[in-house]
């Protein structure tokens, strides 16, 4: 086993002790294995932090935008060189499995390179006027400082598509992980300073939650962008607003897939397969609901029973697991209780259902594959987000009534829906109310290319990623261009 790391911030160019309490980051499948450890950061390293970005950001915002994209695409060939020793780091730190680990890391890179390739590609537009002699020019320029607020579950691969848009388009950065994965935060960060990122452009401090506040309500930050929970983001979205600075939420999903009597159901039982219980399913994105019509359901289920519980749970970083735990204790308490209540609430079991009580399963913090059908009356876990491995599912009668089960939600991030008949899928693009639908493919996944967020309590403010980047860290100054010399 290695040696822990030492937690450490970089502000300025220098990677820094904490004057913060100390904090121990364990690994959740082996909570005795110490990953990192240190004093978090607080309000003096924030300070510090936004000081130093603020200081750069005309120096930064000057550098072409050919030389700026050149250092994204050198950060990108470092994490991908990395990728197999900062995947198991990850897969230790944060559970998801080391193959998972190594895909968010590579994915990590492609999102460095995708932005650092796009950065000279848009500057703006060009308009004719109404007046002789005079062209408009709408240019784009970046909003300055940008809070990053990230959270445990791609410790590296959300970083980096907020990151990387908000420097390729010229802005200087100071982000705030969640302090569960400290290490993959200052890899990244280790690697856009390698890669030749001047001293105070991007900043680490690692905090809890008076940090995270004390960075959405600082005066010198321009812009803030956020993942995780409704209510924190709703909170940060209200302290943005407050001081009129433009903020971009992704919260949370309730994601349903809907799989109709026409569908290939084998594509149907895997899909749904990955979207439950890939990352132990601590996705936004995750399959958290399953709506099947009345016809396919009781052999459906058994189906997915089948495979849910014949899942391999275990350690992440050893080969053949195919589930790991959730991130903390905290965790897995809040979602075998959810799991409790909904028993309680009449839920017929498919798949798990009764928390590991021995063995490494049980001192891991380990939570099984669990696939509850519910009664009529909607119980909790139907509405509620658990952020864990847990299926809800109810029978539909009709395709109608399954597309009204599915839009049965304050969330509105994803969907997914299985089936061969085209007529069933333009419907659903149309009646789905979510701002991402996957015909034929799990309800998680997503490009950098495109834009990516959702409806409802889901998202609040621009999307993420596509053009809708560029848009959310650059704001337009409008010239009218005379040259200057007096013409009749
Ligand atoms: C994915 O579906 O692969 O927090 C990415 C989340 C999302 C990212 C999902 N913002 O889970």
New binding site residues.
Partial sequence: MTAPAQLRHLVDGQWLDGAGDTVVSISPAEPDVVVAQGRLAETTELDGAVAAAQRVKREWARIPAHERGAILVRAAGIVENAAQDWGTELAREEGKTKPEGIGEVLRAAQILRFYGNDADRDAGEVFSSPRRGERILVTRKPVGVVGVIT?F??PI??PAWKIAPALTYGNTVVWKPASTVPLLAMRLAQALTDAGLPDGVLNLVIGDRTVGNGLAEHPGIDAITF?GSTGVGRRIAAAGAARGVPVQA?MGGKNAAVVLGDADLELAAEQVMFGAFRSTG?????TSRLIVTDDIAEDFLAELGKRADALNVGNPVQDGTEMGPVVNAAARTSIQAGIDRAFEQGARRIAGGHAYAEGTLATGFFVPPTILELPSQSPDVWREELFGPVLAVRRAGSVDEAFALANDSEFGL?AAIFTQDLTRSLDAIDDLDVGILHINSES???DPHVP?GGAKKSGYGPKEQGRSAREFFTHTTTVYLRGGQARL
């Avoid at 601590?282 to 995750?286: G, H, L, R």
């Fill in positions: 959270p579950n791609f691969a959300i993942t992704e601590q996705k936004c994105t995750a994803s998680a996944g997503a990516f």
